[in-house]
C-alpha cells in the first residue's frame, strides 16, 4: 500500500470515529408534579413532569450534556450511576462530595462521556431522599455497526423498580435521623412508576408490555428503590442474564432475579409461553426481621392476539427472607467469556472494612441510630464539596485522609452478642487516599451490631470485580483460595450477603473524590459511607481538569 492510500485509509477512519461519537443533549426541569399511585394526591419533585424522569439512550462513545433547571423547592443533585466519570468527576452529582446543592431557581450543567460501557446504567438525585422520584434509565447501545454479545431482541423495554410512600420524603429523611427513629415503611413498590393491580385504587393503571408469541425482548431491570432489596419474577417465563450494572455476563437462565438498590440486571425473555396475560412482580427481599413493606408491585406481559379478560397469571415469588435464593443468584453471576474483562493480579492496597450500624447516645436519654465504615459514620462537610477542597488543595476542615485500612478492633463480627457490647460508633469525615493507577482489594465485612443485614455497597466512579462473598467471617487464609480470578463477575454495587462478607478489586485510574457507601438511602442518611480520593496521574490525561464555570458553589 502507498502512503497516500494509507492516509486515505487513516483519514476515513477518523471520520468514521467523530461521525459515530454524538452529543446527546437533555434539558431536565426538576419541579413539582402532582402524582395519584395509589389512593390520595401527591406532590413529589420530578423530572420534566415524569414519573420516571426520562430516559437517556446514547451509545458508547457519544458524549452526555444534561442542563438541569431546579425549579423545586428542595436543594438538587443529579447522579449519574454507574458513569465512570473518566477526569469529569465535577459532573458525578453526590450533594457536598462533588459538588454544592443545585439551590431552588439555579441551574447547573452535567457534561460527560460515556467510554467503555455498555448496558443499562440510570440517572438519579443525590440528596436527601429525593431520588425516590427523580430518578430514570440510563441506556447505553454499543456504537454502531457493533452489536450486542447475544441474539439480537425484537425490542427492549426498561423496567424501573421504585418505593413509593405517601409521605414527603424529606420530612422522612429528617424524621430517619432523630433519636430512637423508626423509620416509616413505604406503602408501595412500583413497575415504571405504577404499582399494579394488588392496591388499591390503582386499577386502570397498570403498566403493560404486549409482546408476540415466538419473538425475543430485552427487560433491562433497575432497582430504583430506596431501601429494599427486590426479587423480580414474571409468571410461566425463565429469564437469561445477559448482563448486570452495564457489564457483559455469561448467559445465565433462572426463573428469579433479584436486585439491590443501585443494581440494574439486562434479561432476555423468550415469548414461548401459552398466549395469555402473565404478571410480571416485584416484592421484597429482606435479610434482616423488622418491619417493611411486604406488598407486591406487578405489570402485565400480554400476548399480542389474545383477547381474554382472564386474570394474568401471578407467578410464586420466593419467600421475603429466602436468603438462600437471592445468594445463589447473586454468586452465580460470571463476567462474559472472552470480553476483556481482566482482573489485575497483583494488588497494592489491602483494605478490610468492617460495615454496618451503630449506636450513639443523642438527645435526652435516647439513642440515634448511625451506619460506619471500620467504626467511622461518615459526616458530609457543609462549607465546600470534597472536590473542590482536593483540587484546591484547601482540605483542612472539610475532611482528613486517615480513614483506616483496617477495623479498629478485632472482634466475632457475626456474633449478635460480640457486637451488643461495641455499638457506640462515632461520626468524622475521613476518606482513603489512593495514588494514581494503584489497585485496591477490599473486604467488606457485614457486623452483627445493630442488626445484622444485606447492605448494597456502591462505589462510584469505577466498577469492580467481585472475587468472593460468603457468609460468616472473612477467613484471609481460607477464603483467598476461593477467588476466581478468571471470570469474575463485576459491577459497581454489590449486596454483601446477610452476616457475610465479599471481596472486591478495582484499579483506582480515575483521579477525583469518590463516594463509596451503602445503597439503601436509610443507611446512607446515618453515615454509612466514606471516599476515595484518587490523586492525578503524571499526564494531563490522567489529570482532574478545574471545574466548570457554573459549578454551584455554597
Ligand atoms: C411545590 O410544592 C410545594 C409543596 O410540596 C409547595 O410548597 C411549593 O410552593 C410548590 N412550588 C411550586 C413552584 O409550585
Ligand atoms: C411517619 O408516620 C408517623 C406515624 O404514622 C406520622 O406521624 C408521620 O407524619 C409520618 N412521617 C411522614 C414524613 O409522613
Ligand atoms: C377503568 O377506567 C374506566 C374509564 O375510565 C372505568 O369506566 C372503569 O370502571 C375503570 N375500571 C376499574 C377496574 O377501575
Ligand atoms: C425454566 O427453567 C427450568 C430449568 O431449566 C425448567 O425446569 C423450567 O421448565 C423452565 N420454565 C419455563 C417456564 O420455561
Ligand atoms: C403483610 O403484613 C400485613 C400486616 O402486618 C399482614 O396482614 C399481611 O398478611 C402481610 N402480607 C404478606 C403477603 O405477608
Ligand atoms: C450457584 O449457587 C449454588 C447455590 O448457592 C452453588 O451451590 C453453586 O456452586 C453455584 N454455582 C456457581 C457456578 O457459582
Ligand atoms: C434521663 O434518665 C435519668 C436517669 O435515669 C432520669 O433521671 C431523667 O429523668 C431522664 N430524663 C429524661 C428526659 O427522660
Ligand atoms: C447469644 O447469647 C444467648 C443468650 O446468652 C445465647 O442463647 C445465644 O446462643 C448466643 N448467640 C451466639 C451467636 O453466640
Ligand atoms: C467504635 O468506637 C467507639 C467510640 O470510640 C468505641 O466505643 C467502640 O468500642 C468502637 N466499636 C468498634 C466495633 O470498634
Ligand atoms: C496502570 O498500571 C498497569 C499495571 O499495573 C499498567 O499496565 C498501566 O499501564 C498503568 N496505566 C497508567 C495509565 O499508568
Ligand atoms: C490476606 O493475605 C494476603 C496475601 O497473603 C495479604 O497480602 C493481605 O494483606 C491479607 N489481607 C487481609 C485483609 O488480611
Ligand atoms: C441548601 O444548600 C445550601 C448551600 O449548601 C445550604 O446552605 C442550605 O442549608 C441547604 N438547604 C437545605 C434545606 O438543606
Ligand atoms: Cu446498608
Same mark, same amino acid.
Given at each position: /500500500?502507498?502512503?497516500?492510500?494509507?492516509?486515505?485509509?487513516?483519514?476515513? /477512519?477518523?471520520?468514521?470515529?467523530?461521525?459515530?461519537?454524538?452529543?446527546?443533549?437533555?434539558?431536565?426541569?426538576?419541579?413539582?408534579?402532582?402524582?395519584?399511585?395509589?389512593?390520595?394526591?401527591?406532590?413529589?419533585?420530578?423530572?420534566?413532569?415524569?414519573?420516571?424522569?426520562?430516559?437517556?439512550?446514547?451509545?458508547? #462513545?457519544?458524549?452526555?450534556?444534561?442542563?438541569?433547571?431546579?425549579?423545586?423547592?428542595?436543594?438538587?443533585?443529579?447522579?449519574?450511576?454507574?458513569?465512570?466519570?473518566?477526569?469529569?468527576?465535577?459532573?458525578?452529582?453526590?450533594?457536598?462530595?462533588?459538588?454544592?446543592?443545585?439551590? =431552588? #431557581?439555579?441551574?447547573?450543567? !452535567?457534561?460527560?462521556?460515556?467510554?467503555?460501557?455498555?448496558?443499562?446504567?440510570?440517572?438519579?438525585?443525590?440528596? *436527601?431522599?429525593?431520588?425516590?422520584?427523580?430518578?430514570?434509565?440510563?441506556?447505553?447501545?454499543?456504537?454502531?455497526?457493533?452489536? !450486542?454479545?447475544?441474539?439480537?431482541?425484537? @425490542?427492549?423495554?426498561?423496567?424501573?423498580?421504585?418505593?413509593?410512600?405517601?409521605?414527603?420524603?424529606?420530612?422522612?429523611?429528617?424524621?430517619? @435521623?432523630?433519636?430512637?427513629?423508626?423509620?416509616?415503611?413505604?406503602?408501595?413498590?412500583?413497575?415504571?412508576?405504577?404499582?399494579?393491580?394488588? &392496591?388499591?385504587?390503582?386499577?386502570?393503571?397498570?403498566?403493560?408490555?404486549?409482546?408476540?408469541?415466538?419473538?425475543? &425482548?430485552?427487560?433491562?431491570?433497575? $432497582?430504583?428503590?430506596?431501601?429494599?432489596?427486590?426479587?423480580?419474577?414474571?409468571?410461566?417465563? $425463565?429469564?437469561?442474564?445477559?448482563?448486570?450494572? +452495564?457489564?457483559?455476563?455469561? =448467559? !445465565?437462565?433462572?426463573?428469579?432475579?433479584?436486585?439491590?438498590?443501585?443494581?440494574?440486571?439486562?434479561?432476555?425473555?423468550?415469548? $414461548?409461553?401459552?398466549?395469555?396475560?402473565?404478571?410480571?412482580? +416485584? @416484592?421484597?427481599?429482606? %435479610?434482616?426481621? *423488622?418491619?417493611?413493606?411486604?406488598?407486591?408491585?406487578?405489570?402485565?406481559?400480554?400476548?399480542?392476539?389474545?383477547?381474554?379478560?382472564?386474570?394474568?397469571?401471578?407467578?410464586?415469588?420466593?419467600?421475603?427472607?429466602?436468603?438462600?435464593?437471592?445468594?445463589?443468584?447473586?454468586?452465580?453471576?460470571?463476567?462474559?467469556?472472552?470480553?476483556?474483562?481482566?482482573?489485575?493480579?497483583?494488588?497494592?492496597?489491602?483494605?478490610?472494612?468492617?460495615?454496618?450500624?451503630?449506636?450513639? =447516645?443523642?438527645?435526652?436519654?435516647?439513642?440515634?441510630?448511625?451506619?460506619?465504615?471500620?467504626?467511622? *459514620?461518615?459526616?458530609?462537610?457543609?462549607?465546600?464539596?470534597?472536590?473542590?477542597?482536593?483540587?484546591? #488543595?484547601?482540605?483542612?476542615?472539610?475532611?482528613?485522609?486517615?480513614?483506616?485500612?483496617?477495623?479498629?478492633?478485632?472482634?466475632?463480627?457475626?456474633?449478635? $452478642?460480640?457486637?451488643?457490647?461495641? *455499638?457506640?460508633?462515632?461520626?468524622?469525615?475521613?476518606?482513603?487516599?489512593?495514588?494514581?493507577? %494503584?489497585?485496591?482489594?477490599?473486604?467488606?465485612?457485614?457486623?452483627?451490631?445493630?442488626?445484622?443485614?444485606?447492605?448494597?455497597?456502591?462505589?462510584?466512579?469505577?466498577?469492580?470485580?467481585?472475587?468472593?462473598?460468603?457468609?460468616?467471617? !472473612?477467613?484471609?487464609?481460607?477464603?483467598?483460595?476461593?477467588?476466581?480470578?478468571?471470570?469474575?463477575?463485576?459491577?459497581?454495587?454489590?449486596?454483601?450477603?446477610?452476616?457475610?462478607?465479599?471481596?472486591?478489586?478495582?484499579?483506582?485510574?480515575?483521579?477525583?473524590?469518590?463516594?463509596?457507601?451503602?445503597?439503601?438511602?436509610?443507611?446512607?442518611?446515618?453515615?454509612?459511607?466514606?471516599?476515595?480520593?484518587?490523586?492525578?496521574?503524571?499526564?494531563?490525561?490522567?489529570?482532574?481538569?478545574?471545574?466548570? +464555570?457554573?459549578?454551584?458553589?455554597?
Amino acid at each position: /500500500m502507498t502512503r497516500a492510500m494509507w492516509l486515505l485509509v487513516c483519514t476515513f /477512519m477518523v471520520i468514521a470515529f467523530v461521525a459515530s461519537a454524538d452529543v446527546v443533549k437533555h434539558t431536565f426541569r426538576v419541579g413539582n408534579l402532582t402524582v395519584k399511585p395509589l389512593c390520595e394526591e401527591w406532590v413529589v419533585v420530578a423530572v420534566n413532569g415524569q414519573l420516571p424522569g426520562p430516559t437517556i439512550s446514547v451509545h458508547e #462513545g457519544d458524549t452526555v450534556v444534561v442542563h438541569v433547571i431546579n425549579e423545586s423547592p428542595y436543594n438538587m443533585t443529579i447522579h449519574w450511576h454507574g458513569i465512570f466519570q473518566q477526569l469529569t468527576g465535577w459532573a458525578d452529582g453526590p450533594v457536598y462530595v462533588t459538588q454544592c446543592p443545585i439551590l =431552588p #431557581g439555579n441551574s447547573y450543567t !452535567y457534561r460527560f462521556n460515556i467510554i467503555k460501557q455498555e448496558g443499562t446504567l440510570w440517572w438519579h438525585a443525590h440528596v *436527601s431522599w429525593l431520588r425516590t422520584t427523580v430518578y430514570g434509565a440510563l441506556i447505553i447501545h454499543p456504537r454502531e455497526h457493533r452489536s !450486542y454479545p447475544f441474539i439480537k431482541p425484537n @425490542r427492549e423495554f426498561p423496567i424501573i423498580l421504585g418505593e413509593w410512600w405517601n409521605a414527603n420524603v424529606v420530612n422522612l429523611e429528617a424524621e430517619s @435521623r432523630l433519636p430512637g427513629a423508626a423509620v416509616n415503611v413505604s406503602d408501595a413498590y412500583t413497575i415504571n412508576g405504577r404499582p399494579g393491580d394488588l &392496591y388499591q385504587c390503582a386499577n386502570n393503571n397498570t403498566y403493560t408490555i404486549e409482546v408476540v408469541h415466538g419473538k425475543t &425482548y430485552l427487560l433491562r431491570i433497575i $432497582n430504583a428503590a430506596l431501601n429494599n432489596e427486590l426479587f423480580f419474577m414474571i409468571a410461566g417465563h $425463565n429469564l437469561t442474564v445477559v448482563g448486570i450494572d +452495564a457489564l457483559y455476563t455469561d =448467559p !445465565y437462565t433462572t426463573d428469579v432475579v433479584v436486585l439491590a438498590p443501585g443494581q440494574t440486571t439486562d434479561v432476555l425473555l423468550v415469548a $414461548n409461553a401459552t398466549p395469555g396475560s402473565y404478571y410480571m412482580a +416485584a @416484592r421484597a427481599y429482606l %435479610s434482616a426481621p *423488622s418491619q417493611f413493606d411486604n406488598t407486591t408491585a406487578t405489570a402485565i406481559l400480554q400476548y399480542k392476539g389474545v383477547t381474554s379478560v382472564a386474570t394474568p397469571l401471578m407467578p410464586v415469588l420466593p419467600e421475603f427472607n429466602d436468603t438462600p435464593t437471592a445468594h445463589k443468584f447473586y454468586s452465580n453471576i460470571t463476567a462474559l467469556s472472552g470480553w476483556g474483562y481482566e482482573v489485575p493480579l497483583h494488588v497494592d492496597v489491602h483494605m478490610f472494612i468492617t460495615e454496618g450500624l451503630g449506636m450513639e =447516645p443523642c438527645g435526652q436519654n435516647a439513642t440515634c441510630t448511625l451506619g460506619s465504615m471500620n467504626n467511622e *459514620s461518615f459526616q458530609l462537610p457543609t462549607k465546600l464539596s470534597m472536590l473542590e477542597a482536593h483540587f484546591s #488543595g484547601a482540605v483542612q476542615g472539610i475532611f482528613t485522609d486517615d480513614f483506616p485500612d483496617t477495623p479498629p478492633l478485632v472482634f466475632d463480627y457475626t456474633n449478635e $452478642n460480640a457486637s451488643q457490647l461495641i *455499638s457506640t460508633t462515632r461520626k468524622s469525615t475521613r476518606v482513603k487516599r489512593l495514588a494514581y493507577n %494503584s489497585t485496591v482489594e477490599m473486604v467488606f465485612q457485614n457486623t452483627a451490631i445493630v442488626s445484622v443485614q444485606s447492605h448494597p455497597i456502591h462505589l462510584h466512579g469505577f466498577d469492580f470485580f467481585v472475587l468472593a462473598q460468603g457468609f460468616g467471617n !472473612y477467613d484471609n487464609a481460607t477464603h483467598r483460595s476461593t477467588f476466581n480470578l478468571v471470570n469474575p463477575q463485576m459491577r459497581n454495587t454489590i449486596a454483601v450477603p446477610v452476616g457475610g462478607w465479599a471481596v472486591i478489586r478495582f484499579r483506582a485510574d480515575n483521579p477525583g473524590v469518590w463516594l463509596i457507601h451503602c445503597h439503601l438511602d436509610v443507611h446512607l442518611s446515618w453515615g454509612f459511607a466514606t471516599a476515595f480520593v484518587v490523586d492525578n496521574g503524571p499526564t494531563p490525561s490522567s489529570t482532574l481538569p478545574p471545574p466548570p +464555570a457554573d459549578l454551584p458553589r455554597c
